[in-house]
């Protein structure tokens, strides 16, 4: 049993590998949580998870790059929102604002995700690139307990704000070949680790720039059991009880 914590499983780039990614996912019992971008990926991670059945969890999201107008808070409510798993991907991220203004409209937009996760009580996958400061300041300010940084590069500080405050890291195979992710995911309690791919994303070192697919998370298990000293099953049982925990599944239910 594996969890996939954060993967695209609406983007175009995995259409084709698909049917085998959801396939692999019922053999080995991996928990694919699909987060979006916008609200048509969203629509289509439902879609996705009717079809495949318990092993897609589906994520409602408007990440940071798809600045949206005034009215798609009345496009969500269309998606009914309580069909979905959590809220994600959301958050900030400079890189995609050219301007304060653009940046304020993310602002905007993560604000009201995050009060509709904190009404519907859904964990959040969150984007927090370039923006830790900015996002642990926001979160703060919200009553939210499954909140998940996802591929967290933030610094050690921030690292153990984030920590203290009971919220999920996620790492993928950057893991294997990063220094920097090694350093900041041995400094992470166990009991808030979690695993991703990030895919379509693509990984370099011994991954050799291809497409990340959920067939990655056992080389980046091996590699944080390493850093924590431990066995792989046991670090493999831990993240998937830290995911049941995340996801708010009981693992009776779930097995």
């Not at 996939?4 to 995995?14: R, V």
């Not at 053999?27 to 495949?52: F, G, H, P, Q, Y």
């Not at 909140?147 to 405050?165: E, I, K």
Request: proline content about 5%; glycine content about 6%; charged content about 20%.
């Amino acid at each position: 049993m594996f969890v996939d914590a954060h993967i695209h499983l609406s983007d175009p780039a995995l259409k084709d590998l698909l049917p085998q990614i959801i396939l692999q996912a019922k053999v080995t019992r991996t928990i694919l949580i699909a987060v979006a971008e916008d609200l048509n990926t969203s629509a289509a991670n439902l879609k996705i998870a009717d079809e495949a059945g318990g092993v897609v969890k589906p994520f409602l999201g408007v990440h940071p790059c798809a600045l949206q107008d005034k009215s798609f808070e009345l496009e969500l409510s269309s998606l009914k929102p309580e069909c979905f798993s959590g809220i994600g991907e959301v958050g900030l991220d400079r890189k995609y604002a050219k301007d304060e203004d653009e940046y304020r409209r993310q602002k905007e937009v993560f604000e009201f995700m995050l009060k509709l996760a904190e009404h519907l009580h859904k964990p959040l996958s969150i984007h927090s690139r370039g923006s830790v400061d900015d996002v642990l300041s926001i979160l703060s300010t919200y009553s939210l307990k499954w909140v998940l940084l996802h591929w967290f590069s933030g610094t050690p500080n921030q690292l153990r704000v984030a920590c203290d405050r009971g919220y999920y890291l996620s790492y993928g195979p950057a893991v294997v070949y990063s220094k920097k992710t090694k350093q900041l995911a041995s400094n992470t309690p166990l009991d808030l680790i979690l695993t991703e791919t990030d895919g379509p994303v693509r990984f370099g070192g011994v991954f050799q720039n291809r497409v990340a697919i959920p067939a990655f998370i056992p080389s980046t298990i091996y590699t944080l059991s390493s850093l924590h000293k431990l066995g792989f099953e046991e670090m493999r049982t831990t993240i998937f009880s830290n995911a049941l925990n995340y996801l708010q599944i009981s693992g009776i239910a779930y097995l």
